[in-house]
């Protein structure tokens, strides 16, 4: 009882930080624009544009008021749910990430997936075989996979599955004159809900290729943190007493040693969803995927303030939760952990 209450009451507290920290970044974001190089009525109108244009087109946008005005405005928006409208098209910027966030949400759980499963089996592989070349191989993918440019790999995988064989799409995450299923925007679960197999089979090809390259550059932080911590795990007093009893190394490792070593590896998952986003950015744009990522890239190039503002925010706040997620999961299935 005093342990859930301890829970609870560290849950609350994060819970309670978030806003802050939310309102932190959102404010570090709208300094950051403002202050960079750029106009973004000459990304709409054009550099050559005439002065009276520009002018009736700031003032029209709102840039005309005082930096504390846009401010204040910014925040009154987010207090309030608004996330405000494009500059370039005047589409509210929620109905933008409503659209691009499912496509970047597909792709990221897939990656991850991949990520996990291959990082950890190359790890226990590794571990299991210690001192060794296969741990020595080990060793090395799981510092040249996160070590490897993500534009780079993509690049290099365009070229042989796509360009060279002709096994998967090159870019893009639907095939073209097809239309996808309506729904959620989970292109997968849309189209097994709805029993349309050709556009399931069409969106899963263009997934394959960007999935499993993010994913594999992401799978040697699996990789270090299970051989790190399954390492020190076969080392402890309670794996040398269940050597004592008689249980084969295959034992001591799935039953004592693994599940003590997979919990760190549990918070290891919780920060690469944060990883998730810088690395995404990259494949988004290499790969054409029509994520929240690509629409940021877009976005910062076109000087638009409001859908950079509003993607940093959401992104920001799912990075939050996960985090606050993990180490409530944590805490639940380990003991050991005081807050």
């Not at 994060?14 to 709208?30: E, G, N």
């Not at 996330?83 to 970047?104: F, H, K, T």
């Not at 009893?245 to 919990?263: C, D, K, M, Y």
Request: aromatic share 6%; net charge positive.
């Amino acid at each position: 009882m005093g342990r859930s209450r301890e829970l609870l009451r560290y849950a609350g507290t994060r819970l309670a930080l978030a806003p802050l920290m939310l309102w932190l970044i959102a404010s570090l974001v709208f300094l950051l624009l403002r202050v960079a190089p750029g106009d973004p009525v000459d990304a709409v109108l054009g550099s050559r544009a005439p002065e009276a244009a520009k002018a009736a087109l700031r003032a029209r946008l709102g840039l005309d008021q005082t930096l504390v005005q846009q401010y204040l405005d910014f925040l009154g928006g987010l207090l309030q749910g608004d996330l405000g409208q494009a500059l370039i098209n005047q589409e509210p910027v929620s109905r933008i990430i409503r659209q691009a966030l499912p496509a970047s949400l597909e792709l990221s759980i897939t990656a991850l997936l991949v990520a996990a499963v291959t990082g950890l089996a190359v790890g226990f592989t590794a571990i299991a075989r210690s001192e060794g070349g296969i741990d020595l191989a080990g060793r090395f993918y799981g510092i040249g996979t996160y070590a490897l440019p993500p534009f780079w790999v993509a690049m290099l995988a365009q070229l042989l599955f796509a360009v060279t064989l002709g096994w998967l799409p090159v870019g893009g995450r639907f095939p073209p004159g097809m239309i996808p299923p309506d729904g959620s925007g989970f292109l997968l679960a849309d189209s097994v809900l709805s029993g349309n197999w050709a556009a399931f089979q069409g969106a899963l090809r263009h997934l394959v290729l960007p999935a499993c390259t993010l994913g594999l550059l992401l799978s040697g932080v699996f990789t270090n943190a299970l051989r790190l911590n399954l390492n020190r795990s076969l080392r402890s007093d309670y794996v040398e007493a269940a050597r004592s009893r008689g249980l084969s190394e295959t034992q001591v490792i799935l039953r004592h040693a693994l599940p003590n070593a997979l919990l760190p590896v549990l918070t290891i998952a919780g920060i690469t969803v944060a990883s998730l986003i810088g690395g995404a950015l990259l494949i988004e744009v290499t790969f054409s995927w029509p994520g929240i990522a690509l629409r940021l890239q877009e976005s910062i190039n076109q000087r638009d303030y409001p859908v950079v503002q509003g993607i940093v925010v959401v992104v920001a706040a799912l990075v939050v939760l996960v985090s606050v997620a993990v180490d409530l999961l944590v805490a639940l299935l380990d003991p050991r952990v005081r807050y």
